[in-house]
């Protein structure tokens, strides 16, 4: 380092800082957005990352159901690091018992709810699913019983013996954190479902005795008519491993030669798995940050040549003089280089503390989760290359600024020439231009992106968390027993609504129901589906057709009773009240991502109805260009179920029509007989009501009543549980019972005329951690008939997901566009100190302070407008530059088109955001600009006509 | 007395927005070690383009300058601007200090250039005599016109160069001022044995001169 130089540009600074506080506050905040950028990216992915890992465990793979050596192939393996196992001994309701070690417990990540894990003869740790699925509370220090089923074997060879199945009593000690119906290791990979009963192997040990015990109760025969007797199957032992280095790439294929060397069945694939789902969530590498700290980067560069140039008539001169005594340019380019550095790492360092402030703030304000326990992450090494990066395109913009001074003249005044001022002007003027369209175009993309965004965060805080049913549905409506009957009541479902941490509980139910209405057009889509044509086709000993509609003539579609709290029903103008009391129904269409309604219908090549050509079959429909889906009816020549698309303003009923709904009651003959395909049906009842209110919904809808669980198809009649009370259930007689389901799936019986939904959702506040609810509705269910199901793990993952994503978006895209509102204030700044001259001549002239005022105000507004417009315009033709290619009809994701966006993801309200980001871009650029020249009027006026600039 | 610069017919030609202009017509000069010159002429005869180009800051179009025996226009950038800080001082009408330096740091920059810390007895000498020792550690913005040009002569002479070139040093400052200002000049040249060769429009600053220069049309006359 050449000291006296190093000296002189240490002197120079110290004076410069003073005076470049405008250079220093934008290399600073410059900084702070980097750090920012990076920071959130790595804190989320991490935080992402750790999330993962703790959902589905830290093991790298397993080899599942393995034999002996297999454990000790792996201790042998250098990529290999820990093993654990897990042996199972049976299942129980689903879930697998057995025995796990420390290291499966460490790798998985299982954590103890409470309590503790089994150390004595029938103590168990449950996962909190086994208890609510059982119908215990969440807890420890009780005793339950579990009918556990061990796998039983023919030591023959001849028969297919049955599970050997018994009830055990169990003392609970601890509660384990939920995985096996959650790890990726599904009955696929697995014969037997993963440990979530984990018990001591003297405990699981036992269970074989007994259970050896119990096989030899029922006798096998054998071809020559001779008893024999299964044997339980033994345990087995899967196991899981984490690996060791970079290269994992080939484990894969070493576990494959492994097992053709070990095994001699196929398929070998299925018997190990790699734990892909966290690995790949924590080596994702975020391309959007590294395109933004670009973005931020180019910004900075451009913004520090443009501000020196601006600047260059004062530097210039000062330039000028050092090589008029004598300073070569080497030396002038050492001294911008230690320069640069004297003002660029303070600013930096002042920077790096003010984005790691704003990172801990953002990512602490925005994301207030349990869910997203968020770890503050500053990526050292991408930092460094970042850093270096910017500190080189620093002083690449300082040396660009000088280069045409470096070229200059030395005689004379050192004065700036004409020719250099006005090509400073007009580089000011471009990028007060680039730096207005950035704002705008940043500010758009990061609003709407953040809406988009908040509102599918939104939309999956909604999703259900917890399914309760019925956990014992047996009835004989023969004998009259009805024990096993019924749903869940609404006071229960009230009880529900008042468990901390439960953001909302409804009933739900679902009927196959007729639909009628005079006012059917036949061109228009209330045509629904073609009456029932064929009986013998729709309904009889036929399994594969006969889930379809009841044997009856009718435009057959959905009904959802609810008591309408959960959907947003008062927007379809429907009265809540007359809906409530059931004398009002609403009428949903579901529509698609196209926005349109796709009507389903099935065709039949029936010689009697004959909708089709004889000829024709499910290929030539395909091949003709048609599309169609087969729904619960396999395809075969003789059924195809295709499609019609019609827009929304096709529906032919309107609010306040008449429509009939007919129930189809039936009684099935046999016991338990779910599918009832040999049932009794009474005759159908004919309900008029009227529509009270339009629905146009999309898949949240469906989505809200536990995604396919509830077929939410083209129609929906969306109905309140006093209408079915009212309608149906009050005109049976005292000893009728009946069926309120026709699809066959889910019936129930309500012989005491009183409804009760089918199923009850309950809806958690996503930002909580879930147990404690789970634990404390476990106590209200307690006693009850009822179990409880999470089904909320998809949803909770796609909150999480969708909070991640709208805080990279936010502070991103919101450090481009503050970065972009700073930088063009300091030179609309710059600007107005250059024009003050200018200003004070046309004072002197005789323009008064007042008029000075509104020509600003005029040009400021102008700015605003015509650089909002560029903003946009430049946003459209980025967004539809880089729009993914999808195929004609289907949604796509297209994340950047701000016009669909705002049409698809917010409806009517997407025309107010855009109008209020519009708005606000304007305001924006009007603000600063104006601001920036009110300092025209500052200072006195002769000084200002002085002004030599 | 030893040359110590001479001029071969300079020629130099600038564009304007009027058109060509000739500032130099073949201009030939030399000056003697230890001389006081005057250049005088009208606004626009070309003697600040001669100066400039004396001091190596302009290079001519045709013609030759010899420092001391040698070529001055076949040096290349680095080793002209080596040259004239160890060669030359300049004193500007505009005074050219560096805004952002203390007056200290602006006289001792030559030499910092050259690595080389100031001679302190020296310093103390130039700086007492110039009447700045009071003002090294405030910057040229707090000066007034004259201790400005004072700091500039300062500047000029700290490097011990052979010749010191002033362009309208008096251009800007009042008749006392300019007075005292073309007295110390003059003394710092004589007592340092440098050629001071001052462009000046003031016949009265020119005839106090050893020699007087005077162009016109871009020659001498």
Redesign the interface.
């Known amino acids: 380092m050449n000291s006296e130089l190093f000296s002189l540009a240490l002197q120079g600074s110290r004076r410069k800082i003073r005076s470049s506080r405008l250079i220093f506050a934008v290399l600073a905040i410059s900084f702070a957005f980097f750090i920012i950028t990076l920071s959130v990216d790595s804190s989320i992915s991490e935080s992402s990352g750790e999330n993962a890992l703790n959902t589905y465990g830290e093991w790298y793979g397993a080899i599942l159901e393995g034999l002996p050596e297999d454990e000790q192939y792996l201790s042998e393996q250098a990529w290999a690091d820990r093993i654990g196992t897990s042996v199972n001994y049976g299942e129980a309701n689903g879930f697998g018992f057995g025995v796990i070690d420390d290291t499966f417990k460490d790798i998985g990540r299982l954590d103890l709810k409470e309590g503790r894990m089994p150390r004595a003869l029938d103590e168990i740790a449950v996962e909190a699913n086994v208890l609510a699925e059982l119908g215990y509370r969440i807890g420890t220090d009780q005793e339950i019983v579990i009918n556990v089923s061990v796998y039983a074997e023919d030591p023959l060879g001849v028969n297919q013996p049955s599970n050997i199945t018994f009830e055990h009593i169990f003392k609970v000690v601890g509660v384990l954190k939920s995985y096996s119906k959650i790890w990726p290791v599904s009955l696929q990979n697995l014969k037997r479902p993963l440990n979530g009963i984990v018990m001591t192997t003297a405990t699981a040990e036992a269970i074989m005795s007994t259970a050896s015990l119990k096989a030899k109760s029922t006798p096998l025969t054998d071809a020559e008519g001779n008893e024999y007797f299964a044997e339980p199957q033994q345990p087995q032992t899967s196991y899981f491993f984490t690996a060791k280095g970079d290269g994992l790439d080939g484990i894969i294929h070493e576990l494959s030669l492994h097992f053709s060397k070990t095994r001699h069945t196929a398929p070998l694939t299925t018997q190990y798995v790699i734990n892909s789902t966290p690995h790949t969530e924590i080596t994702r590498q975020e391309s959007y940050s590294t395109a933004y700290t670009a973005v931020i980067l180019i910004i900075t560069v451009v913004s520090v040549i443009c501000i020196y140039v601006v600047r260059m008539q004062a530097e210039a001169r000062q330039l000028a003089i050092f090589r008029g005594i004598g300073i070569t340019k080497r030396q002038l380019g050492v001294m911008l280089f230690y320069e640069t550095v004297i003002l660029a790492v303070p600013a930096a360092i002042v920077g790096a503390a003010l984005g790691i402030f704003i990172t801990w703030l953002s990512l602490r304000l925005l994301i207030f989760t349990d869910v997203t326990a968020i770890r503050i992450n500053v990526p050292m090494k991408r930092l460094a290359v970042a850093s270096a990066m910017w500190l080189f395109g620093v002083f690449i913009a300082r040396v660009c600024a000088f280069a045409a001074t470096l070229r200059s003249s030395l005689i004379g005044k050192f004065a700036f020439d004409r020719k250099k001022s006005k090509q400073s002007r007009r580089l000011r003027a471009v990028m007060i231009a680039a730096l207005s369209v950035i704002l705008c175009g940043s500010a758009v993309y990061t609003v709407g992106d953040t809406a988009v965004y908040l509102e599918n965060r939104n939309i999956n805080s909604h999703n259900t968390d917890l399914l309760i049913t019925r956990r014992d549905m047996s009835y004989n409506p023969r004998e009259k027993d009805f024990s096993g009957v019924g749903g869940v009541s609404q006071k229960f479902i009230d009880a529900l609504k008042s468990v901390p941490g439960v953001e909302s509980s409804f009933g739900s139910e679902n009927f196959r129901v007729g639909l009628t209405f005079d006012g059917i057009d036949d061109d228009r889509i209330i045509k629904i589906q073609d009456p029932n044509p064929n009986e013998a086709v729709y309904y009889g000993n036929n399994t594969s057709v006969n889930q379809v509609n009841p044997p009856f003539d009718g435009h057959f579609v959905d009904m959802i009773v609810t008591d309408g709290d959960v959907i947003d029903l008062e927007s379809t103008g429907v009265d809540m009240e007359k809906f409530k009391s059931g004398e009002e129904v609403v009428l949903g269409f579901r529509v698609y991502g196209d926005g349109k309604i796709h009507v389903g219908y099935t065709k039949f090549n029936d010689p009697e109805v004959a909708t089709i050509d004889e000829e024709e079959t499910v290929s030539d429909f395909i091949s003709s260009g048609g599309s169609y889906s087969i729904q619960f009816v396999e395809p075969s020549d003789n059924v195809v179920y295709t499609s019609e698309i019609f827009d929304t303003d096709e529906i032919s009923v309107d609010v306040g029509d008449e429509i009939g709904v007919t129930f189809y009651p039936r009684r099935p003959i046999d016991y338990n007989d779910y599918f009832m395909s040999d049932c009794d049906y009474s005759d159908p009842i004919e309900v008029k009501t009227k529509v009270g209110g339009i629905m146009i919904t999309d898949d949240s809808l469906r989505d809200l009543f536990g995604g396919s669980m509830v077929p939410i198809e083209s129609y929906t009649v969306i109905c309140s549980k006093e209408f079915i009370q009212k309608n149906l259930l009050d005109s049976l007689d005292e000893d009728e019972y009946f069926d309120t389901n026709n699809l066959g799936f889910n019936s129930y019986w309500l012989p005491n005329r009183e409804f009760e939904y089918l199923r009850s959702f309950v809806i958690l506040d996503k930002t909580n951690d879930p147990y404690a609810v789970e634990k404390s509705i476990s106590e209200v269910l307690a006693g009850s008939k009822l179990k409880m199901t999470d089904t909320g793990e998809y949803w909770r993952n796609r909150y999480i997901d969708y909070n991640r994503r709208m805080v990279f978006s936010l502070t991103s895209g919101g450090a481009v566009a503050m970065i972009a509102a700073i930088i063009l204030s300091a030179i609309l700044i710059m600007e107005a100190e250059s024009l003050k001259k200018n200003s004070a001549v046309l004072q002197a002239l005789g323009m008064s302070r007042r008029q000075v005022l509104l020509k600003n105000a005029g040009v400021s507004v102008l700015r605003g407008v015509l650089a909002t417009a560029a903003g946009w315009a430049a946003y459209l033709g980025l967004s539809l530059a880089i729009i993914p290619k999808t195929a004609e009809g289907s949604s796509g994701e297209k994340i950047f088109v701000a016009l669909d966006l705002f049409k698809s993801y917010f409806g009517g309200k997407g025309i107010l955001i855009a109008i209020g980001i519009t708005a606000g871009c304007i305001l924006i650029i009007s603000a600063l600009t104006y601001a920036a020249r009110r300092r025209l009027l500052k200072g006195n006026l002769m000084q200002k006509l002085r002004d030599e600039r | 007395m030893d040359t110590v610069l001479s001029a071969e017919n300079i020629y130099k030609t600038y564009n304007s927005s009027s058109g060509k202009v000739n500032a130099l017509n073949g201009v030939t000069v030399s000056f003697e070690q230890g001389e006081f010159y005057a250049i005088i002429g009208r606004s626009g005869s070309g003697k ?2 001669l100066l ?1 180009i004396l001091g190596g ?2 290079r001519p179009d045709s013609g030759k300058v010899t420092v001391s025996g040698s070529d001055l226009f076949a040096y290349s ?2 080793k002209m ?6 060669h ?1 001082g ?1 004193v ?3 005074y ?7 007056v200290l ?1 602006n006289i001792c ?2 030499l ?2 050259d ?1 080389k810390k100031a001679d302190p007895d020296f310093l103390d000498e130039v700086s007492g005599m110039l009447g700045i020792k009071e003002l090294l550690k405030k ?1 040229p913005s707090e000066l007034s016109g004259g201790e400005q040009q004072r700091v500039a002569i300062a ?1 000029s002479v700290l490097a011990k160069p052979h010749i010191v070139f002033a362009d309208e040093p008096t251009g800007n400052l009042d008749k006392k001022t300019s007075d005292e200002t073309m007295a110390l000049l003059k003394e710092s040249a004589k007592r340092f044995g440098q050629t001071l060769i001052v462009v000046t429009h003031n016949l009265e600053i020119a005839r106090t001169a050893d020699h007087i220069i005077q162009i016109e049309d871009g020659k001498t006359v």
């Open positions: 600040s383009t400039h800051l302009d950038d680095e601007a080596i040259f004239r800080r160890r030359i300049f500007f009408q505009q050219n200090l560096l805004e952002d330096y203390t740091n920059i030559p910092k250039l690595g910057y500047r």
